[in-house]
Nanobody
Framework: QVQLVESGGGLVQPGGSLRLSCAAS????????LGWYRQAPGKQRELVAA???????DYPDSVKGRFTISRDNAKNTVYLQMNSLKPEDTAVYYC?????????WGKGTLVTVSS
């Protein structure tokens, strides 16, 4: 059974940093591209970082140069390092398969960027 458990969110001031973690189980990790998605209030969920099974990465322009995705296959964990955070980064962040996510989603972790 697939499980995705996100952690590491919190309240941070603009310009600050956070590191998110996602522990995955259920056999998907080593064979899939993975990604971090976010959903802000009133907006659709969007993909903000993706990493292939070969560790190539991709980002939209909105976070490029500020966010870094990485994966540790031995720990079945994917990370998102977020630097230079902006108020518009405020959202619930989720991990999932990328670029086409599964129907199952974890609970996510809330990131709030505010002074």
């Amino acid at each position: 059974q697939v499980q995705l458990v996100e952690s590491g969110g919190g309240l941070v001031q603009p310009g600050g940093s956070l590191r998110l973690s996602c522990a995955a189980s259920g056999g998907i990790f080593s064979f899939s591209g993975l990604g971090w998605y976010r959903q802000a209030p009133g907006k659709q969920r969007e993909l903000v970082a993706a990493i292939s099974q070969y560790s190539s990465t991709d980002y939209p322009d909105s976070v490029k140069g500020r966010f870094t995705i990485s994966r540790d296959n031995a720990k079945n964990t994917v990370y998102l390092q977020m630097n230079s955070l902006k108020p518009e980064d405020t959202a619930v962040y989720y991990c999932n398969v990328a670029p086409t996510p599964m129907a199952y989603w974890g609970k996510g972790t809330l990131v709030t960027v505010s002074s």
